[in-house]
């Protein structure tokens, strides 16, 4: 298959390329890593008469901690993500995210904007930004403005985005003391595979030993990546323990909606999405309590 004829823009500052997106409106695509929009563009899924390539705009690469936050640029490379002591040190599930994404390859041009942008339900970095309960910058020519990342997603493939809109990065609060999350996620095949489920933990301890905050995100099992909402319900002002967690796990698997495909029946995925709520509870266990 080949690529279509395309023109090509590669702006050098983010503000040049919301130009060219507002002048250009829903003929241009953004591209980053291209590793999501090469694939749809060869299949025919899309077909853009132009392509504005962000990939080279230092400013949208930049990651940083800053007063309590982590603020990661667009184009920052889930390679990058996936091997910095910033992200390993404050942001663990974002981390094993990043480590579980494609191949070396893959994760060498993938972005976390890209990864976003996509708004695919299997996707394996928005369950930990949801968790950690990260904003999304986006910038038109108007100006930015953030969204809670929890918003942002709309189905598959789609986002609270317009045409002339630009993904400039993510700010997510650093975890506070004795708080902690876990990421797991399952496919067919151990790598080069789609999800088959994915889930992120979060939960942060009172002084009590109880649980003070409790979040539980679902990927593959919906439409857009969902918060188990029952599950957290059940956690919340609780000792943990395991009958807990399993009892979590339980009320999550009533929080999603999968479907059948040709990797998995709906039951089985049902099933994992207890399994992995009960797993990556006691992995933020574990966390919170060497955090404390
Ligand atoms: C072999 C293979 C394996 C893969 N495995 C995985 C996997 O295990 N887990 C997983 O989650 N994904 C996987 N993917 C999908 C893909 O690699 C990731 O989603 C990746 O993070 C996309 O980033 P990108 O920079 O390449 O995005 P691109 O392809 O450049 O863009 C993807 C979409 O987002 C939009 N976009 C990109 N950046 C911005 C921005 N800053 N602002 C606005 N819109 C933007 C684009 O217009 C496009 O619609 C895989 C892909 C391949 C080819």
Redesign the pocket.
């Known amino acids: 298959m080949l690529l279509p004829k395309f023109d090509y823009h590669a702006p050098a500052t983010a503000a040049e390329a919301c130009d060219i997106l507002a002048e250009r409106g829903d003929k241009a ?11 749809n563009m060869k299949k025919g899924v899309v077909c853009p008469a132009e392509v504005v390539s ?1 990939a080279d705009i230092a400013e ?1 690469k930049e990651m940083a901690g800053e007063n309590g936050h982590v603020r990661i640029g ?2 920052v490379t ?1 390679a990058d993500l996936a091997e910095s002591d910033l992200v390993a040190g404050k942001l663990s599930a974002l981390r094993a995210g990043s480590r ?4 070396p390859l ?1 994760r060498n ?7 976003v ?2 708004a ?1 339900p ?4 928005p369950p930990s930004l949801m968790v950690y309960g990260a904003e999304v910058r986006v910038t038109n020519k108007s100006g930015e403005r953030t969204v809670a990342i929890g918003e942002f997603f709309k189905g598959p493939g789609m986002t609270i ?1 317009a045409a002339d ?4 990065g993510f700010k997510i609060p650093v975890p506070p003391p004795a708080a902690g999350a876990g990421y797991i996620n399952i496919g067919v095949r151990k790598a ?4 088959l489920v994915n889930v992120c933990s979060y939960i942060e301890l009172a002084g009590d030993d109880t649980i003070k905050t409790a979040r539980v995100v679902l990927g593959c099992v919906g439409p857009t990546h969902l918060r188990a909402s029952s599950a957290e319900k059940v956690l919340v002002g609780e000792k943990p323990d395991d009958a807990l967690f399993a009892r979590a796990g339980e009320a999550a698997m009533g929080d999603c909606t999968p479907i059948l495909d040709f990797r998995g029946s709906a039951e089985y995925r049902r099933a994992m999405v207890g399994v992995l709520t009960r797993r990556t509870l006691a992995k933020a266990l574990k966390e919170a309590r060497d955090r404390a």
């Open positions: 695509r953004v591209i980053a890593g291209g590793t999501d929009l090469m694939v962000i949208l667009a184009c889930v579980a994404l494609g191949t893959v041009r993938a972005t976390i904007g890209g990864n942008g996509s695919r299997a996707a394996d970095l985005m809109d630009l993904i400039t080069q595979d789609c999800n």
